[in-house]
């Protein structure tokens, strides 16, 4: 069994700040990140892929179509947005666990229309907004 990991990268900008909390609140626990104006990332996401080699290609999984879905579901849809207002963050804080779990999510739900058999199967988001913050989930955390 192959594991196959691509990197794809965007830029976005956020804010953290949940309406759920007051202003003072949201200053303490997300700091600078919570600027009224935001700030941006330049995000590097990982999306990583497991199965079986495959005799005829000699590979185990084909990374033109998964290129292609990445491009369609996520970089597409995230890049140069600011995800508070260009993106469905209207619920939930637009932190790197969100996003991550989202791309997963989007991933998931269009995974049989590219590779419609048992293999390859989405495994791992891996999600960094900085050398230092990293965020992963695996796809089977994540219905």
């Not at 791309?103 to 960094?128: D, H, M, Q, Y």
Request: contains cysteine.
């Amino acid at each position: 069994m192959f594991h196959v990991t691509r990197r794809y990268e965007f830029p976005a900008s956020h804010r953290l700040h949940s309406s759920q909390l007051s202003d003072d609140e949201n200053s303490r626990l997300y700091g600078k990140c919570n600027n009224p104006y935001g700030h941006g990332h330049n995000y590097i996401v990982e999306v990583s892929v497991r199965g079986p080699l495959d005799p005829v290609s000699g590979r185990a999984v084909d990374s033109r179509l998964l290129d292609e879905l990445v491009k369609r579901e996520v970089l597409e849809r995230f890049g140069h947005t600011d995800l508070n207002a260009d993106v469905n963050f209207a619920t939930v804080v637009p932190t790197s666990e969100n996003l991550a779990a989202q791309i997963c999510s989007l991933l998931k739900r269009n995974w049989s229309t590219v590779f419609p058999g048992e293999w390859p199967r989405l495994e791992k988001i891996r999600i960094a907004e900085t050398p230092r913050n990293i965020f992963a989930i695996r796809a089977d955390e994540i219905e």
